[in-house]
């Protein structure tokens, strides 16, 4: 018997992974916070003022609106973050979580502190 011999392929290269600016995609996360807080926060008077209005007017009071306007600003933020150039097609759904809990905690948090009668 008669050995053949062994092929030796040559091991494929795969390109090194583009390096990524941590201070870049440090800042871009903090900007992304800081945008969701503003919003919450933002939300929540916006819903402090309307609550107000409503009620000086007799109207009854719901829950509906203050919640789409709590929706609105978490879908707002997509569009801010474009406006300041911040790639939305590499944000995943738990990023997009994120956004939104952050918007909704501030949101209730500001809403609650203007509505609490005995603010210091």
């Known amino acids: 018997m008669t050995e053949e011999p062994v092929l ?4 494929e290269k795969k390109p090194a992974p583009l390096p990524v600016d941590e201070t870049d995609e440090y800042t871009k996360r903090i900007t992304r916070t800081l945008i969701a807080v503003g919003a919450g926060c933002i939300a929540g008077i916006i819903c402090f003022f309307t609550e107000q209005a409503t009620a ?3 109207a009854g009071k719901s829950f509906l609106f203050p919640f789409l306007v709590m929706l609105a600003s978490i879908i707002i933020q997509k569009h801010i973050f474009m406006l ?11 990023d997009w979580f994120y956004q939104g809990f952050i918007t909704f905690a501030f949101w209730y948090v500001t809403w609650t502190i203007l509505l609490s009668e005995t603010t210091i």
């Open 8 to 11: 030796k392929t040559q091991d």
């Open 56 to 58: 000086a007017t007799g």
């Open 84 to 94: 300041i150039r911040i790639d939305t097609s590499k944000l995943e759904k738990k």
